[in-house]
């Protein structure tokens, strides 16, 4: 299955600017990964559409203090950030249209883009479309969301995505509206 332009700026009406520069990429990355029916769409597209403020942002947004969450302390330690207080927090932040964070996240995305860690040096790729999108669909898969949109448990996708719940308002919106313009259901 594939989108098209209108379908996506449906679902996200204020990508209309951007649309056309990820559509390509958004159809390549999710037959590579098995983004293939109407229920993975429309779930995958609310998720992206949120994260990524319907593709206006590919990089977190964040002054280097809010970014220093990410540096030090326990929430670095998990990400794979060290120890130390020397930027890996602002250099690994957030990218791509689901925000791949962290250090670990960007070796193990590495790997499955590029078969090395080319984005240790140039952490940046991921703003590019073909990489925002390539990114959050292995991020999608590897995780297991494809399997928990073809059961519709979209809260626990918010929740692997996530975290938590942020922004579940806004998400569970594009979900409905991904659902209609897919006729999914």
Known sequence: ?????????????????RAGLFLTALNDASARYEI???????????????E???LRYVRELGSDQYLSKYDTGTLA????????ADGDGQKYRGRGLIQITGRRNYVACSQALFDDDRLLQHPELLEQPQWACAS????????????????????????RINGGLNGLEDRLQLWARAKAVLCAF
């Open 52 to 54: 990524s403020g319907q």
């Open 77 to 84: 330690a998990r990400l794979g950030n060290t120890p130390q």
């Open 136 to 159: 959050a669909a292995w991020f999608w898969q590897s995780n297991g969301l494809n399997a928990l949109a073809d059961t519709d448990q979209f809260t626990a996708i918010t929740r």
């Open 1 to 17: 299955m594939v989108i098209s332009l209108a379908q996506l700026i449906n679902v996200m009406p204020l990508s209309r600017p």
């Open 36 to 50: 293939n029916t109407a229920k993975r769409w429309a779930a995958f597209l609310a998720q992206i559409g949120h």
